[in-house]
């Protein structure tokens, strides 16, 4: 086997607010495991909040490859992945999960059959997914939950958390009468004090949101806990279910963990987890970062074992580099092809520079030159 990796930029179309920062672009590295004539695909965005910058992410495939090339299959390689054993015990989450991930595109292309047959499911996979609206003034909220809901999408996260909780509420009343057909989650990303946790849970529940993630900042479980133990809607853990031991932590404490691959480690992790939670109370929901549909896929491919859905992450970008999970009309879905089942989508020619305001441009496909390396800002999601 063979191990290449190159890097691009993703840009956002527009600046995606949440309460701690404000993504407008991100690096993806993109692995390739090469193997008898075929190719598999994973990729791993950078992110400030997990500690997992690009070069950081390059180092690692860097002292991986010579292991990971000495394999004599991508099948034993993904065996040995999943079980942890050496030299993928220890590397970070986001970089297990996309080494995975193109192991699993490469023995599904080997096997003729899609990954979610390979990890149990003969049926394909279709899941409505929510479509984030970042922290905007209430009209310009309005407008987007308008145009989502015509395009098809009946699921709208919204993110909250400024310093006026007002603010916050005007932002989810607007939505709710531009979209009142949508069922509504919010997202705090641990914003709120406890008094104000308990305080507004009620309110926002009023107002017609259905479930609310991390609604204070993560490292109390406990009270985590007690919030979701009281609350009139679902509280479902972001941050404080990081992986396995943090969401065993909180079983049957609260009502959901949101389980993104970068974050737990990857598509066995979240069986495991899955698992583990059987039974308990606390049910899945799918996350991610803002990514491509190469980043996404691996995700789609587990949908259906989840209740809630928040698989938007290439539908924020001004130019996917990949394609072949949907999502464009509130729906993602698995390809009807071998492996993960995206494919290259069209090079665009880079247009200008973008000044201020929403970011467009277009971004080169898997195999391009890498974009100039730059800091980036810190990131939403």
């Known amino acids: 086997m063979r191990l290449d990796v190159r890097t691009v930029r993703l840009r956002l179309t527009e600046p995606l607010r949440i309460s701690r920062s404000v993504t407008v672009e991100r690096d993806a590295v993109q692995f390739a495991v090469r193997h008898g004539g075929l190719t598999g695909h994973g990729e791993a965005v950078s992110s400030a909040y997990l500690r997992l910058p690009a070069d950081l992410i390059r180092r690692e495939a860097d ?49 003729g059959a899609p990954v979610h047959q390979l990890l149990g499911r003969i049926a394909p996979v279709a899941a409505a997914t929510a479509r984030t609206i970042g922290i905007e003034p209430p009209v310009r909220a309005a407008v987007q939950a308008s145009r989502l809901a015509a395009a098809g999408f009946d699921v709208l996260k919204i993110k909250a958390g400024t310093a006026d909780p007002a603010e916050d509420l005007a932002r989810v009343r607007a939505v709710r009468e531009s979209a009142p057909g949508a069922r509504l989650l919010l997202d705090p990303n641990g914003a709120w004090t406890e008094d104000q946790a308990h305080r507004l849970l009620p309110v926002f529940a009023a107002a017609g949101v259905e479930a609310v993630e991390q609604p204070i900042a993560p490292g109390r479980p406990a009270v985590l806990a007690a919030l979701a133990e009281r609350s009139p809607i679902p509280v479902i853990a972001d941050e404080d279910a990081v992986g396995y031991e943090d969401v065993c932590r909180l079983a049957g404490r609260v009502h959901g963990v949101n389980l993104k691959l970068a974050k737990c480690g990857g598509v066995h992790q979240v069986l495991r987890i899955q698992a583990a939670l059987h039974g308990s109370g606390t049910e899945l929901m799918l996350g991610c970062l803002a990514a491509s549909s190469l ?9 259906d074992r989840a209740r809630w859905i928040d698989l938007d992450g290439h539908l924020l970008l001004a130019h996917d580099p990949w394609q072949g999970i949907g999502g464009t009309d509130g729906t993602v879905r698995t ?3 071998a492996g993960l089942g995206v494919l290259p989508a069209p090079t665009l020619t880079p247009g200008p520079t973008p000044g201020p305001g929403p970011v467009g441009g277009a971004r080169p496909a898997f195999g391009a030159r890498p974009a100039p390396a730059r800091p980036l800002p810190s990131e939403a999601r």
């Open 335 to 337: 390809p009807d092809r």
């Open 295 to 303: 980043g996404i896929a691996p995700a789609v491919h587990l949908a």
């Open 63 to 111: 002292g991986l490859r010579p292991d990971l090339e000495r394999h004599p299959d991508p099948e034993t390689a993904l065996v040995e992945l999943q079980r942890g054993a050496a030299p993928f015990k220890g590397l970070p989450a986001g970089v297990l999960a996309a080494v995975e991930a193109a192991l699993l595109d490469l023995v599904g292309k080997r096997a």
